[in-house]
């Protein structure tokens, strides 16, 4: 019998590689993503009590993973212009928005492109890692990549803060959200409605993982959590290859 023909590398690649997904789903929505995520997420709210619980120190390193339009990243630079900021973001074109606003609030943050599941950054790198309404765009798997490379980038001791959907507090709140569901995918946002997001950041080996705020808003229950990196991560590197 023959051996059958080559695999393509070129497709067992694009297979591996991560899909981007635009802010507000679609690409053409892009510029309306400040617009829109303000005012139905309550986000300065929010992004205010992320930056309260990353608690940064003169020189930290803080990581925002999923930075968008680069809201957080600025928010975190100016509560401690000592600490050094990175945002980065899988998408180029809302990276273009992040730079432009950057620039224009004079906020020295670094803009990287690359994805949650593959993050381009040294283990252990980071004093503090960050996250806002990200994971509820990605499937179960992808979730649970995302959360291992932020722990392989955080350093022993080092401070995770994550802000997304989670199972809604009352009838409006689960009402409310299922026009995020039906947005955003019944898959993806399955976990964040059944409130399965502190038990996939402690299996991605976090400790302390507490739900430290609840917002309820006009699309669902926003939770902020934070947890711990007890030990150095151990996900895949940047190559795709375990250390």
């Given at each position: 019998m023959r051996p059958g023909p080559s695999p393509n590398p070129m497709i067992s690649r694009v297979e591996r590689e991560p899909a981007i997904v635009p802010a507000l789903r679609y690409r053409g929505l892009t510029w309306l993503y400040d617009f829109v995520i303000g005012p139905t997420t309550r986000e300065r709210a929010v992004k205010a009590a992320i930056v309260v619980q990353a608690r940064l120190e003169p020189g930290a390193q803080v990581l925002d993973v999923g930075a968008g339009t680069g809201?957080?990243?600025?928010?975190?630079?100016?509560?401690?212009?000592?600490?050094?900021?990175?945002?980065?973001d899988g998408d180029p074109r809302i990276l273009a928005v992040a730079r432009r606003k950057g620039s224009t609030a004079a906020a020295d943050v670094s803009w990287v492109e690359g994805m949650a599941q593959r993050l381009p950054f040294e283990r252990n790198q980071f004093d503090r890692v960050v996250t806002s309404l990200l994971l509820h765009h990605l499937d179960d798997a992808a979730k649970a990549g995302a959360?291992?490379?932020?722990?392989?980038?955080?350093?022993?001791?080092?401070?995770?803060?994550?802000?997304?959907?989670?199972?809604?507090?009352?009838?409006?709140m689960h009402a409310a959200f299922l026009l995020v569901r039906l947005?955003?995918?019944?898959?993806?946002?399955?976990?964040?409605?059944?409130?399965?997001?502190?038990?996939?950041?402690?299996?991605?080996?976090?400790?302390?993982?507490?739900a430290v705020a609840h917002f309820s808003t006009c699309c669902g229950t926003l939770t902020v959590f934070t947890a711990t990196n007890p030990a150095a991560g151990d996900g895949p590197n940047p190559n795709g290859e375990l250390r």
């Open positions: 809201s957080l990243a600025i928010m975190l630079k100016r509560s401690q212009p000592a600490a050094t900021v990175v945002g980065v959360l291992v490379e932020m722990r392989r980038v955080l350093r022993p001791g080092g401070t995770l803060v994550v802000a997304d959907w989670d199972r809604p507090r009352g009838p409006l947005l955003d995918g019944w898959a993806n946002t399955r976990a964040h409605a059944a409130g399965q997001i502190a038990p996939a950041i402690t299996k991605a080996g976090f400790a302390n993982v507490a």
